[in-house]
C-alpha cells in the first residue's frame, strides 16, 4: 500500500490559490511569480523592471527568502511597497504564505505584484499561488545545459528571461543551443536576453509584461 503524502498538500494548495485568483482579479492585479536559482539576478531583475514600468502602473513585490530581509529592504529603498516571507527552510512558496503577505496589501491600489519565490528550479513549479505567470530567469554563469537538467521550471515559463548577457564573452555559454532547448520545451514562450544591472534589453522584457498587465485592467 502506498499513501500519497503530496497530492493533499497540492489540493489544499490549489483550493487557496483559487481563492487568491479571484481576488487578484477583482481587483485587477497582475501576479508575477518569478522562478529562478541563486544568483540569478531576480532583485536586479525586479528592480529594473520597477524602473521600467512604476510611471504606469502601481507596483508592490513579496520577496520570498528562506531567512534574512536583505531583497525587501532594496525594493522599500525605491519607495515600492514590499512585503518579505520567510518560509523557515522551506524550499518554495505556497498560497497559504502568499496569502498573509497580500492580506497586507491594498490591492484595490495597485496593478502589478511581483513575487520573488525562493531561489529554487524544482519545487517551486508545482506550487500554484493564484498568479497570472510563471516566468524564468536563467542567467549565463549559471550555463546553457539548465534546460536540459531542470525541464519542468521552463515548461511552466509564460516566458524566459536570460539575464547577464552581457558576461556572454566570459562564459561558455552555448545561446543557440539554449534557446533551442527551450523551443523544445516550451515552443510558446519568449525569451527575453537582458542585463538586468546595465538596463539592456529591459525595455523589451518590461513591454511584454506591460501588455499583460493591460488585459486584465
Known sequence: ??????QPILDKNDQLAADLRKRFAENHVF???????????KTSTILATI???????????????IASNVDAEKIKAQGIPAVQINT????????AMLKRAVDVLDLERLDLIIVENVGNLVCPTDFDLGENAKVMILSVPEGDDKPLKYPGVF???????????????????????????VKQLNPTAPIFPIA????????????????????IQ
Open 155 to 181: 515548461q511552466v515559463a509564460e516566458a524566459v528571461v536570460l539575464n547577464k548577457v552581457d558576461t556572454m564573452p566570459v562564459f561558455n555559454f552555448d545561446r543557440e543551443a539554449f534557446e533551442s532547448a
Open 196 to 215: 538586468a544591472t546595465k538596463g539592456e534589453g529591459v525595455e523589451e522584457w518590461a513591454e511584454w509584461l506591460a501588455a499583460r498587465i493591460r488585459e
Open 51 to 65: 524602473d521600467a514600468l512604476r510611471d504606469e502602473f502601481n507596483i508592490a513585490v513579496i520577496e520570498g527568502d
Open 1 to 6: 500500500m502506498q499513501i500519497d503524502m503530496k
Open 88 to 95: 523557515g527552510g522551506a524550499c518554495h512558496l505556497e498560497s
Open 31 to 41: 501576479v508575477l511569480d518569478l522562478l529562478a536559482s541563486p544568483g540569478s539576478g
